[in-house]
Protein backbone atom coordinates (compact mmCIF):
# COMPACT_ATOMS: atom_id res chain seq x y z
CA UNK A 1 0.00 0.00 0.00
CA UNK A 2 1.13 3.47 -0.79
CA UNK A 3 2.05 5.74 2.34
CA UNK A 4 0.30 8.89 3.43
CA UNK A 5 1.55 11.65 0.40
CA UNK A 6 1.56 14.95 1.27
CA UNK A 7 1.24 17.96 -1.16
CA UNK A 8 3.19 20.37 -1.25
CA UNK A 9 6.19 19.34 0.10
CA UNK A 10 7.59 23.28 0.61
CA UNK A 11 5.65 26.33 0.88
CA UNK A 12 6.42 30.25 0.95
CA UNK A 13 3.94 32.38 1.82
CA UNK A 14 3.79 36.17 3.25
CA UNK A 15 2.12 37.26 5.91
CA UNK A 16 -1.52 37.94 5.77
CA UNK A 17 -2.26 35.11 2.71
CA UNK A 18 -3.74 32.08 3.09
CA UNK A 19 -2.70 28.70 2.43
CA UNK A 20 -3.99 24.86 1.66
CA UNK A 21 -2.39 21.83 2.22
CA UNK A 22 -3.28 18.66 1.34
CA UNK A 23 -3.39 15.05 2.62
CA UNK A 24 -4.22 11.30 1.04
CA UNK A 25 -4.19 8.90 3.39
CA UNK A 26 -3.62 5.42 3.03
CA UNK A 27 -6.26 3.15 0.96
CA UNK A 28 -8.93 2.42 3.40
CA UNK A 29 -8.58 4.50 6.19
CA UNK A 30 -11.01 6.92 7.33
CA UNK A 31 -9.46 8.98 9.93
CA UNK A 32 -7.14 12.23 9.11
CA UNK A 33 -5.27 13.89 11.61
CA UNK A 34 -3.72 16.94 11.19
CA UNK A 35 -0.53 18.23 13.93
CA UNK A 36 2.01 21.25 13.89
CA UNK A 37 5.58 20.70 14.41
CA UNK A 38 7.81 23.84 15.70
CA UNK A 39 11.23 23.43 17.00
CA UNK A 40 9.74 25.56 20.68
CA UNK A 41 6.10 23.61 21.15
CA UNK A 42 7.29 20.47 19.40
CA UNK A 43 4.11 18.65 17.39
CA UNK A 44 0.84 19.85 18.32
CA UNK A 45 -2.44 18.53 17.39
CA UNK A 46 -4.69 20.53 15.18
CA UNK A 47 -7.81 18.44 14.47
CA UNK A 48 -9.06 15.14 13.04
CA UNK A 49 -11.38 14.28 10.65
CA UNK A 50 -13.42 10.34 10.19
CA UNK A 51 -15.50 10.14 7.97
CA UNK A 52 -16.00 13.73 6.75
CA UNK A 53 -16.75 14.99 10.18
CA UNK A 54 -14.25 16.36 12.08
CA UNK A 55 -14.30 14.78 15.17
CA UNK A 56 -11.68 16.25 17.15
CA UNK A 57 -9.98 19.96 17.77
CA UNK A 58 -7.02 21.14 19.35
CA UNK A 59 -6.43 24.54 21.07
CA UNK A 60 -5.45 26.47 17.63
CA UNK A 61 -7.63 30.01 16.38
CA UNK A 62 -10.16 29.68 13.95
CA UNK A 63 -7.91 31.20 11.73
CA UNK A 64 -6.79 26.65 10.90
CA UNK A 65 -9.68 24.91 9.70
CA UNK A 66 -10.14 21.75 7.52
CA UNK A 67 -11.89 19.59 5.97
CA UNK A 68 -12.37 16.15 4.74
CA UNK A 69 -13.34 14.85 1.41
CA UNK A 70 -15.82 11.33 0.74
CA UNK A 71 -12.72 9.14 -0.44
CA UNK A 72 -10.99 10.44 2.63
CA UNK A 73 -8.45 12.85 1.27
CA UNK A 74 -8.16 15.90 3.71
CA UNK A 75 -7.46 19.52 3.41
CA UNK A 76 -6.12 21.85 5.70
CA UNK A 77 -7.05 25.88 5.07
CA UNK A 78 -4.86 28.78 7.41
CA UNK A 79 -6.10 32.11 6.85
CA UNK A 80 -4.34 35.38 7.63
CA UNK A 81 -0.95 33.75 8.10
CA UNK A 82 0.93 34.85 10.91
CA UNK A 83 4.79 34.08 11.37
CA UNK A 84 4.42 31.75 14.02
CA UNK A 85 2.52 29.78 11.81
CA UNK A 86 6.02 28.68 9.98
CA UNK A 87 5.86 25.32 10.89
CA UNK A 88 5.82 21.58 9.53
CA UNK A 89 2.68 20.18 8.92
CA UNK A 90 2.33 16.60 9.44
CA UNK A 91 -0.54 14.61 8.68
CA UNK A 92 -1.54 11.11 10.14
CA UNK A 93 -3.98 8.48 8.54
CA UNK A 94 -5.59 5.57 11.03
CA UNK A 95 -8.32 3.03 9.72
CA UNK A 96 -10.67 4.17 12.17
CA UNK A 97 -11.14 5.22 16.49
CA UNK A 98 -10.97 2.12 18.05
CA UNK A 99 -7.92 1.38 20.37
CA UNK A 100 -4.53 0.60 19.51
CA UNK A 101 -4.75 1.20 15.98
CA UNK A 102 -1.45 2.52 14.72
CA UNK A 103 -1.62 6.21 13.37
CA UNK A 104 0.80 6.34 9.91
CA UNK A 105 2.39 9.72 9.36
CA UNK A 106 3.28 11.70 5.85
CA UNK A 107 6.37 13.66 5.12
CA UNK A 108 5.14 16.47 6.02
CA UNK A 109 4.19 20.17 4.47
CA UNK A 110 7.07 22.28 5.24
CA UNK A 111 5.58 26.10 5.58
CA UNK A 112 7.32 29.49 5.56
CA UNK A 113 5.48 32.73 6.63
CA UNK A 114 7.92 35.65 5.45
CA UNK B 1 -5.95 18.34 30.45
CA UNK B 2 -3.18 16.01 29.01
CA UNK B 3 0.34 16.07 29.23
CA UNK B 4 3.83 14.31 28.19
CA UNK B 5 7.26 15.28 29.74
CA UNK B 6 10.34 13.98 28.00
CA UNK B 7 12.91 15.32 30.52
CA UNK B 8 15.78 14.88 28.64
CA UNK B 9 16.60 17.41 25.00
CA UNK B 10 19.73 14.67 24.05
CA UNK B 11 20.66 11.52 25.02
CA UNK B 12 23.99 10.20 24.44
CA UNK B 13 25.57 6.84 25.02
CA UNK B 14 27.94 4.72 23.99
CA UNK B 15 27.59 1.87 21.85
CA UNK B 16 26.97 -1.41 23.70
CA UNK B 17 25.55 0.60 26.77
CA UNK B 18 22.21 0.24 27.86
CA UNK B 19 19.64 2.93 27.13
CA UNK B 20 16.51 4.92 28.94
CA UNK B 21 14.60 7.47 27.78
CA UNK B 22 12.00 8.60 30.13
CA UNK B 23 8.11 9.68 29.33
CA UNK B 24 5.95 10.77 32.22
CA UNK B 25 2.59 11.75 31.42
CA UNK B 26 -0.12 13.46 33.16
CA UNK B 27 -3.95 12.44 32.71
CA UNK B 28 -6.91 11.41 34.70
CA UNK B 29 -8.39 8.68 32.66
CA UNK B 30 -7.12 5.24 31.59
CA UNK B 31 -4.49 6.30 28.63
CA UNK B 32 -2.82 4.98 25.58
CA UNK B 33 0.87 5.43 25.46
CA UNK B 34 2.83 5.39 22.29
CA UNK B 35 6.37 5.38 21.31
CA UNK B 36 7.27 7.01 18.25
CA UNK B 37 10.70 7.41 16.12
CA UNK B 38 11.92 9.41 13.73
CA UNK B 39 15.26 8.44 11.94
CA UNK B 40 17.41 11.04 9.63
CA UNK B 41 15.24 12.16 6.80
CA UNK B 42 12.46 9.70 7.20
CA UNK B 43 8.70 10.38 8.72
CA UNK B 44 7.66 10.13 12.09
CA UNK B 45 6.72 5.72 12.73
CA UNK B 46 5.29 4.32 15.61
CA UNK B 47 8.16 2.28 17.36
CA UNK B 48 5.74 0.51 20.00
CA UNK B 49 2.22 1.08 21.97
CA UNK B 50 1.69 -0.25 25.35
CA UNK B 51 -1.18 -2.44 25.12
CA UNK B 52 0.96 -4.99 22.85
CA UNK B 53 3.37 -5.61 25.23
CA UNK B 54 5.91 -5.75 22.87
CA UNK B 55 9.75 -5.49 21.54
CA UNK B 56 10.68 -3.87 18.89
CA UNK B 57 13.94 -3.90 17.67
CA UNK B 58 15.19 -4.91 21.34
CA UNK B 59 13.48 -1.63 22.94
CA UNK B 60 10.38 -2.20 25.46
CA UNK B 61 8.13 -0.18 27.76
CA UNK B 62 5.99 -0.60 30.44
CA UNK B 63 3.52 1.46 31.45
CA UNK B 64 3.72 2.22 35.47
CA UNK B 65 0.65 3.94 36.32
CA UNK B 66 1.72 4.32 39.96
CA UNK B 67 3.99 6.92 38.72
CA UNK B 68 2.35 7.67 35.43
CA UNK B 69 5.82 6.53 33.39
CA UNK B 70 6.02 4.81 30.30
CA UNK B 71 10.06 4.63 29.81
CA UNK B 72 11.85 3.45 27.16
CA UNK B 73 14.33 1.14 27.20
CA UNK B 74 17.07 -1.40 25.33
CA UNK B 75 20.04 -3.04 27.23
CA UNK B 76 22.15 -2.94 24.47
CA UNK B 77 22.29 0.24 22.27
CA UNK B 78 23.17 0.16 18.63
CA UNK B 79 24.49 3.53 16.49
CA UNK B 80 21.31 2.55 14.16
CA UNK B 81 19.53 3.58 17.09
CA UNK B 82 20.07 7.12 16.73
CA UNK B 83 16.85 9.30 15.80
CA UNK B 84 14.24 11.26 17.92
CA UNK B 85 12.29 9.50 20.00
CA UNK B 86 8.66 11.06 21.12
CA UNK B 87 6.71 9.42 23.71
CA UNK B 88 2.82 10.12 23.22
CA UNK B 89 -0.38 9.69 24.87
CA UNK B 90 -3.96 9.01 23.09
CA UNK B 91 -6.96 10.04 25.26
CA UNK B 92 -9.07 6.85 25.17
CA UNK B 93 -12.70 6.53 25.20
CA UNK B 94 -13.56 9.42 22.69
CA UNK B 95 -13.34 7.15 19.93
CA UNK B 96 -11.20 10.14 17.95
CA UNK B 97 -7.63 9.93 17.29
CA UNK B 98 -5.62 12.68 19.34
CA UNK B 99 -2.40 12.13 20.31
CA UNK B 100 -0.46 14.49 22.44
CA UNK B 101 3.08 14.66 22.32
CA UNK B 102 6.79 14.87 24.56
CA UNK B 103 8.94 17.01 23.21
CA UNK B 104 10.92 14.56 22.07
CA UNK B 105 14.50 13.00 22.99
CA UNK B 106 17.15 13.05 20.54
CA UNK B 107 19.29 9.73 21.20
CA UNK B 108 22.90 9.87 19.87
CA UNK B 109 24.72 6.48 20.06
CA UNK B 110 28.40 7.05 20.30
CA UNK B 111 30.74 4.33 17.88
Known amino acids: KAGVTQTPRYLIKTRGQQVTLSCSPI?????VSWYQQTPGQGLQFLFEYFSETQRNKGNFPGRFSGRQFSNSRSEMNVSTLELGDSALYLC?????????????FGPGTRLTVL | AQRVTQPEKLLSVFKGAPVELKCNYSYSGSPELFWYVQYSRQRLQLLLR??SRESIKGFTADLNKGETSFHLKKPFAQEEDSAMYYCALRVSGAGSYQLTFGKGTKLSVIP
Open chain 1, 27 to 31: SGHRS
Open chain 1, 92 to 104: ASSPGGTSGNEQF
Open chain 2, 50 to 51: HI
